[in-house]
Nanobody
């Protein structure tokens, strides 16, 4: 059974930083990518960052230069470092895995095979 467990969410002021972590277990396929999505109330789920097994990354324009996705394969963990946070970054953040071999597959919600339970990020002005 595949499990994704996120942590690291919280409340910060504008300009602050948070680092989200996602520990994956039970996934045995060699082909995959991992991503972070977010969803604010009343809005669609948005793919903000993704990374594949080669380390290639992809970011939404809204977070480029502020967010960094990375992975530690030995720990089966993917991270999302979020700097210069803005109120519009407030959302529930979800970790995800796709069987896609291409990093862009982990920026599209319809291509995701497994989701975490989410962690809340709140940025106050």
């Amino acid at each position: 059974q595949v499990q994704l467990v996120e942590s690291g969410g919280g409340s910060v002021q504008t300009g602050g930083s948070l680092r989200l972590s996602c520990v994956a277990s039970g996934y045995t396929d060699r082909t995959y990518c991992m991503g972070w999505f977010r969803q604010a109330p009343g809005k669609e789920r948005e793919g903000v960052a993704a990374i594949d097994t080669d380390g290639s990354t992809s970011y939404a324009d809204s977070v480029k230069g502020r967010f960094t996705i990375s992975q530690d394969n030995a720990k089966n963990t993917v991270y999302l470092q979020m700097d210069s946070l803005k109120p519009e970054d407030t959302a529930m953040y979800y970790c995800a895995i796709s069987r896609s071999a291409f990093v862009y597959g982990c920026r599209v919600a319809g291509a995701i095979n497994y989701w975490g339970q989410g962690t809340q990020v709140t940025v106050s002005s």
